[in-house]
């Protein structure tokens, strides 16, 4: 099963924690009993008998000392995520057990941690920007605009954390996706605690909000170890009778690939489906195979083979009775990982769908969660992935059939060219029938949501607005 | 990997045997732990069972809740409801086999796999296992984790062979292996079994389960076993996807 890549957060920033506490004894054995189940985990299950070349038992035995000598358990958790580090790829990681200390006897009501401010971010050349802003968010009530680059987060300069982020990242592929995170980590907190944000708008003028983090709109899911987290997931008209797709993650299958579903039945014969990913990180790559069978109607069709040490294990479709078989769009964006790339880069491959965008993140490594002695979790990837076409994701990414790249000014005016990307291929491809009101044109202002007569509210809130105004508007994600 | 939830089928419906000595061939093994816990007879009382228990994936957190409806000669449900997963149902009607889940979609079973579900499906299969099974061969007496084991590889009448491991003491089944031919791909398992207890008046039945696939550890522990009751009328019927499928063959 398919996790997000969000451990990458901890490896990065594990310099931020709070202040060190030291170690009782009992701790130091758990603390080395967790190292060496890390140690040889990696050892036994890493897909890769050769851990990629890598001389494992060295590095063991170069960190064993130092994880003896640890003086607390943020500096041995350092050292592990250092050991894990050195095989310089994805989905390897520690959870703090902090992390868990929100799952209890009933997991899904607990919301204390769960603060947003409605701020969803692209990092742009080294630059935090404001990509787009949840709908009745803490930042679209406070005028929060899309294109503002954020500078401060508290007591935080952005600049130096995405500085140091860019350094620990050796490949450079991976930090803007691990700066976003981290900026969007700091950005989140407990539920009705406030942030000061400063921002800096596309002419250079310094603006600072305070934020009252809530609650976002979505459900609170749990999966296994993996700590709770809010799935969203929404579906729209748009005017031109395309259906809009887009979801957070890859979890909680009963509502995301139930509603999926609808979605596709309810376009019907409308002109296409646009599916936006951006910002995905993924989560049960299942859920590909599952939400691609509403798309493939012929059988025996895999997305690609996962690899593992023992066996490779096909991501198989299966067709659902009634099966889309109108054009599909897929927006993708450098946060687009995991099982967001399984999915956008096998239907790019079987030629079901047109990709658009940037590349991916390169993050595609089947991965599991497991608890350490220590109470932390740890995330380890057990397998290889191999799309359909023969590409390998982890490192390399989905390639867009059509790159779009990211444009602070686009996004300061309240544009999304990606989706205007989208939108212009899908008029080539069919002529607007059910739903379409308006043709479509390039610009601000000219691609609006119409309403859905057969939408229920269990299917969440249909917006009337133009999914182009600003600042509620979802763009860039 | 849903469809292999179906392999601890097999195990939850086994009944195990009394103490067996001397055996001499893979027949005499799977006849003796029939005879010895109960007979023939016994099992012939029985023409239906529900199960209910649980299924979880210790490592990864993941556990839930498991029912289990099987009824003579070929029907099973299978529902595991696993927190953050949801339902997923497998089952056979006897005629088709399938599997079902929101995340995954519905799986209509075709070829080998559908004919590894419809064996594993077979209600009285300790005593009938001669009709899915061309032979049963006793290998040898192995030493399997400290015990004596009968070692017998049976070779399926469609499918690949399994091996199953009596325990010479016992004369319990404590352990199968087999690889099932999938649509994700030949997957292999490997099945410990153990919990025996009395059930529906005088068999004796596996409670625990645990099934090492793809690196991964599935428990499943059955808390009540009730026989011969009355089933929910749709207890084997496909879920409504599956059905569509069904009808567009």
Redesign the interface.
Known sequence: MRLPAILILVLVTGGFGPAATPLSPEQRRLTLDSFEYVWATVRDKHWDPKISGVDWQAIHDELRPRIEAAQSIEEARQIVAAMLERLHQTHFGVIPASAYDAIGDSPTNDTSNQGKTGIELRVLSGHAIVGSIAQNSAASEAGVQTGWEVVRVANTDIAPLIAQIAAADGSGRLTDTMAARAVRTRLDGSTTSEVAVEFSDISGKRITKHLSRRVESGDLTTFGFLPPMVVSFEAKKLRGGEEYIHFNLFLKPDLVVTRFGEALHDCGHCPGVIIDLRGNPGGLGAMAMGMAGFLISQPDQVLGTMYMRSLPIRFVIFPRPEVFEGPVAILVDGSTASTSEIFAGGLQDLKRARVFGERTAGAALPSRIERLPNGDGFQYAMANYISRSGRQLEGNGVIPDVNVPADRKALSEGRDPVLEAALRWLQTETKPRVGAQHKLQDGAGEVAVVPKASRTESRGPVSLENPFPRPAARLGR | ?RNIICAHIIALVAVVASPAADLKTGDAVLDNYVEATGGAASYAKIHNMVMKGSMG?P????KGALTIYAAEPNKISLVTDL?????ITEGSDGTNAWSH???????LKKGEELADSLREALFLKETQWRTVYKSAELTGIEDLEGKAVYKVVLTPKTGAPETQYYEKATGLMIRHQSVRKT??????VDVTVGGYRKECGAVTMPHSVTQSV???KIEMNVDSVDCNGELPADAFQPPA?VK??IN?Q
């Not at chain 2, 490592?59 to 993941?62: P, S």
């Not at chain 2, 927190?83 to 339902?87: N, Q, T």
């Not at chain 2, 889940?101 to 519905?106: L, Y």
């Open positions: 990997m994936m490592a990864m957190g993941l927190a953050g997963v949801g339902k889940s929101a995340m995954q979609g519905p799986q649509a994700f791909g030949e997957i292999p793809a690196g991964q996807e569509a499928l567009k």
